[in-house]
């Protein structure tokens, strides 16, 4: 087996993850570890957090990642996050086609 077809094959397998979120009652300690292991494999994830009095969502990656803050890209630019301020973190799934 060459390295492509073990490295389409991981990235198979890191693609076909079920759901996961993690709520609310998590401690600053556990969010960090939740989202260095989503920074270190780039997986796309949805953030939830308060804002304004209001759940607000943003889904991406994470590019840059501190003990306070996380800055998340989304599909319409960067967004800057407190850590404490997160309320869920959840995997997105995302669907890979594979060529023949």
């Known amino acids: 087996m060459g390295f492509f077809s073990y490295l389409n094959m991981h990235q198979h397998s890191l693609m076909i993850q079920t759901k996961v979120t993690y ?9 960090l570890l939740l989202l260095s292991q989503v ?3 780039q997986l796309r994830t949805r953030i939830q957090v308060i804002e304004k009095n209001k759940r607000v969502s943003y889904t991406g990656t994470i590019p840059s990642l501190t003990k306070d803050f996380i800055l998340i890209k989304t599909t319409t630019g960067h967004i800057n996050l ?12 995302e669907v890979l086609y594979e060529s023949a």
């Open 23 to 31: 709520m609310s009652d998590l401690s600053l300690e556990k969010k």
């Open 39 to 41: 920074y270190a494999g």
């Open 82 to 93: 407190k850590l404490k301020d997160i309320i869920s973190i959840e995997l997105v799934e």
